[in-house]
């Protein structure tokens, strides 16, 4: 646990080639889905001509900037089967990629604090099992045994009246996730070019033939969007609508303190989620700014308001001091499940749409979204998260069980 | 946290105030007539514009009236703020700054009108101080 030593960087990780005038493939976007994307196009579908295009640094986006919460307790079928799957891929891959990013299955508790809670914690426990997904409802004492610095006093404005717990769910070191995808990337032949932002697409008639960037055109058949906040601006700049809203979130972290967390709590109605990273910092998250926004920055009012929700629950914490914030943009939807598939353009394919969550879910959007490009149809796990859900009317509404409000 | 100049009350805290998100989405006139498809576009698609976004806020811890208002979505710098029903004022915009240079505080985002004043619906940018036409008068 917070004692691990981190593991050592591999002297080499990735080349920093110069894009070729054309490839196979062109992966917009060098954050953990997009790296994963290319990881498995070229394991599991032979393509190795292909490049992610990354506007900034690697991992430079969300990926370097979320919490790192992975947990697979969703309510719908259909987000368990693909989070579910995405766990199962977390459990393998250190081995697979040889690379150890301290994946910890330390487990995440949802809290529950009032009648309503309660009643959703328990069907969602039971909706869990039936998808084959570890899940467990403890009882105030039960969760006192499991995280001793948790508050379960009667007398706070939200007292704690029990929670759902995931034994297998847990964190891992997010950057040294997209480094363990960006080293076998390149070992495959994959080239990662960096600062590089598309600027536009080349189009014949409906179809994609290639994109514009600030290092030049480049020309392509296939083109796998995966610039989470940022998907809908490149959607216009190809000529279709994304039904996505970007907005702001803010993590922080506290100076290093000795292991005194030994799981994730997650509280949806206070408010604050908290675990602790291996070198022994609290890290914090809480909700988005209500409005769409571009700056990778929050509001100040938001870390207050999820400080207080975290001294009530860890009165223990009164006194840590917050070292570092920072935000990041999310891609909303309006049911909180990420939009994965086909788009209006040939050749044209998107991942987004995974908001405030969809860390968890890397490997396997990077799994499916591969299968869908290299083939043009949809995974079974991401058929269900195709864009044409919002015409049937089919969405899989996850606001409850996705943990941050937006 | 944003410092918005509520067109009733003067400016006041973002935590004052309720998004309503993107401004001027018409309920479809013949709701009757609508396919799938447009009813997917009116439900679910909205703007996600990175720039100058015409968004609504509702003043719900003071006046509880709603009014409109032009924001840069990537330096948060409010542009406008315009009643409820009136068109879009014009604002030429300055070049977006990138993200992480927002200014929130009260000299970028209002020129002078600290004290309540239902005349003064319309704020400009000091970079633009005649460019904007936002109509004068009390929120609908
Ligand atoms: C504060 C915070 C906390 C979070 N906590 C969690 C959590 O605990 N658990 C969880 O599961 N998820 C969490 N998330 C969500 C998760 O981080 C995202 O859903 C996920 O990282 C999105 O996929 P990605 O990694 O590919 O995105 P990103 O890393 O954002 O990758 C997108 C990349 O596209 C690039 N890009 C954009 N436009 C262009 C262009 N025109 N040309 C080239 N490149 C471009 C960007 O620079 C960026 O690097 C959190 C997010 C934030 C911000
Ligand atoms: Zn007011």
């Known amino acids: 646990m917070s004692t691990e ?18 490839y196979d493939a062109v992966i917009v976007g060098g954050g953990g889905h997009g790296l994963a994307t290319a990881y498995y196009l070229a394991k599991n579908h032979g393509m190795t001509n292909i490049a992610v295009l990354e506007k900034g640094w690697l991992a430079g986006g969300n990926m370097a900037r979320n919490t790192t919460i992975i947990r697979s307790n969703y309510l719908w079928d259909e987000s368990a089967a693909i989070y579910e799957h995405a766990l199962k891929l977390w459990e393998i891959l250190p081995e697979e990629l040889e690379y150890d990013f301290l994946f910890s299955q330390r487990g995440v508790m949802n809290l529950a604090h009032t009648l309503g809670d ?29 995280c001793p610095i948790l508050n379960i006093n009667d007398n706070i404005r939200y007292p704690v009246m029990g929670a759902t717990y995931q034994p297998r769910a ?4 997010h950057d040294h996730v997209a480094w363990a995808f960006a080293r076998k990337c390149d070992e495959l032949g994959v080239d990662i070019i960096q600062n590089c932002e598309v600027t536009g697409f080349l189009k014949d008639g409906n179809r994609v033939t290639g994109v ?22 490149l959607a216009e700049m190809a000529g279709f609508k994304l039904p996505i809203q970007s907005h702001p979130l803010q993590a922080l972290v506290s100076e290093l303190h000795e292991p005194v967390h030994p799981t994730v709590v997650m509280s949806n109605h206070v408010h604050v989620y908290v675990s602790q990273a291996h070198k022994g910092e609290l890290v914090m998250g809480a909700g988005v700014d209500s409005y769409n926004g571009y700056g990778q920055r929050g509001s100040f ?86 864009l044409e859900r919002f015409e049937t009317g089919a969405l899989i509404d996850e606001h409850g069980a996705a943990a941050v409000a937006h | 946290m944003l410092l918005i100049p509520c067109p009733n009350c003067g400016s006041r805290d973002e935590t004052e105030f309720h998004y309503g998100g993107q401004a001027h989405v018409p309920y479809p006139e013949n709701p009757n007539d ?87 619906s319309s704020i400009a940018p000091a970079a633009t101080p005649a460019s904007t036409t936002a109509p004068k008068g009390a929120t609908k």
């Open chain 1, 170 to 173: 847990g964190i891992a070191k």
């Open chain 2, 34 to 120: 609508l396919s799938d498809v447009e009813w997917a576009e009116f439900l679910f698609y909205r703007e996600n514009t990175k720039g100058i976004f015409a968004e609504r806020w509702l003043h719900s811890t003071g006046c509880r009236q709603w009014f409109n208002m032009l924001r840069d979505t990537v330096t948060y710098d409010i542009q406008a703020v315009y009643p409820m029903g009136t068109p879009r004022p014009d604002v030429s915009v300055p070049a977006a700054a990138e993200s992480g240079t927002a200014s929130t505080d009260a000299e970028s985002t209002t020129t002078g009108t600290s004290a309540p004043s239902i005349s003064a």
């Open chain 1, 212 to 233: 514009k960037t600030n290092q030049g055109t480049i020309h392509t058949e296939k083109v796998g969007l995966c610039a989470a906040g940022h998907s809908s601006v």
């Open chain 1, 301 to 386: 009012h938001v870390i207050e308001h999820q400080m207080a929700a975290a001294v009530e629950l860890f009165p223990i914490f009164a006194r840590a001091h917050v070292l570092r914030t920072w935000g990041g943009i999310v891609d909303t939807t309006l049911d909180a499940s990420p939009i994965v598939g086909t788009t209006p353009v040939e050749n044209m394919f998107v991942n987004c749409g995974w908001g405030t969550g969809g860390f968890k879910g890397t490997p396997a959007a990077g799994l499916t979204f591969a299968h869908t490009m290299a083939t043009g149809t949809p995974h079974k796990l991401n058929k269900p998260f195709a």
């Open chain 1, 5 to 22: 030593q981190l593991p050592e960087h591999p002297e080499f990780l990735w080349r920093n080639p110069e894009p070729k005038s054309s």
């Open chain 1, 118 to 146: 309660v009643r959703e914690s328990i069907r969602r426990v039971g909706a869990n099992k039936l998808n084959g997904v570890d899940a467990e409802w403890l009882d105030p004492q039960q969760i006192k045994e499991l």
